[in-house]
């Protein structure tokens, strides 16, 4: 059987959104190779790995469930490793949280700041989490820190929490809370997700409207998104927005779409060369960059050709320079 996972895209990832019982279904009705087929490992031990901890660490009752999101990269569909609530307490609202990046080669890229940013708001937004839980080693800092950047307080040190797999060692685990007040007031890029939310509710004052809001509002879509979905929001969003603040959408004013998908672009390739920087460091970059500049869209075409009647309707290429 083939699994119908609800796709998810990170600025840089594809995540399969992947519940416990259909996870369950496609292990006990489905071969081997159908396995691995469907879930696109690239050998036979990741197929054993992932059952392993499928049967090792998952369960599903009318007390406890689990759910998991499965990490790929979509140039290649390669999987990656996965992000997971891997104890849900039903009643309780509550989860445990883990996450791992399977090949060495995939670490150190920021791989997991997106992920791990992306299956929080789904936890407390599309779950309804109240609380979520996560545990570390007192020697993984990295983990740490990226706790701590969502708005995870250290609540304690729980001993002989952890069983190593070799030697079976039981070590301590430190314990770590994050509610969901937390994960939205103390999050690096609160302001930028109050500016596109009062964007989106239509309750951004028009004068706040202003070049920087579009390219923060732009960058945010792509970061989160990537291009193609990005413009399928932003698209609508401002044609909307100007209608709600009494900006009328004509051929002479209001909505361009060359000069939005110029922008998309642009702020697109830079992102892709600056591929490991969180968002917040990535837009402040951006804006005092010479990229910014109100004038940037005339190195590529004459004023002539992007204030066209036709330019404004429509994406027209370039008459001056190669977008990058």
């Known amino acids: 059987m083939k699994p119908n996972f609800k796709e998810i895209r990170t600025r840089r990832l594809k995540l399969l959104d992947a519940p416990a019982t259909e996870l369950m279904t496609l292990l006990e009705e489905s071969s081997k190779e159908e396995v691995i087929a469907s879930l696109s490992f690239q050998s036979e031990e990741q197929y054993k790995r992932f059952k392993g901890n499928f049967y090792g660490l998952g369960t599903n009752t009318n007390r406890v469930t689990f759910h998991t999101y499965l990490i790929y990269d979509p140039e290649d569909d390669r999987f990656l490793g996965d992000c997971t609530y891997h104890l849900i307490w039903r009643k309780h609202d509550r989860a445990e949280i883990g996450y791992g990046l399977w090949d060495e080669k995939d670490r150190g890229k920021g791989y997991m700041r997106e992920v791990v940013e992306t299956v929080l708001k789904r936890g407390f937004e599309h779950h ?65 997700e109050a500016l596109v939310s009062a964007f989106e509710r239509h309750a951004l004052p028009l004068p706040e409207w202003t070049h920087e809001a579009h390219l923060s509002t732009a960058m945010w879509y792509i970061y989160h998104d990537g291009l193609e979905n990005a413009l399928c929001k932003i698209r609508p969003g401002i044609i909307t927005y100007n209608a709600a603040m009494g900006v009328q959408n004509t051929s002479e004013g209001g909505y361009h779409e060359t000069i939005t998908v110029l922008w998309m672009r642009l702020i697109d390739h830079f992102l892709s060369t600056h591929p490991n920087l969180p968002l917040g460091e990535s837009l402040e970059l951006f804006l005092k960059s010479e990229w910014a500049g109100k004038n940037k869209p005339l190195e590529y075409y004459s004023k002539d050709r992007l204030m066209s009647t036709q330019a404004r309707g429509r994406w027209i290429e370039p008459d001056l320079k190669t977008l990058p």
């Open 128 to 192: 309804g989490f109240q609380r979520i839980e996560a545990f570390t080693t007192a020697v993984n800092i990295p983990s740490m820190k990226l706790l701590q950047r969502f708005g995870f307080h250290r609540e304690g040190l729980t001993q002989r929490h952890y069983v190593e797999e070799e030697g079976g060692k039981a070590t301590d685990s430190i314990a770590w809370g994050l509610l969901p007040e937390n994960f939205r007031l103390s999050g690096p890029d609160n302001e930028l």
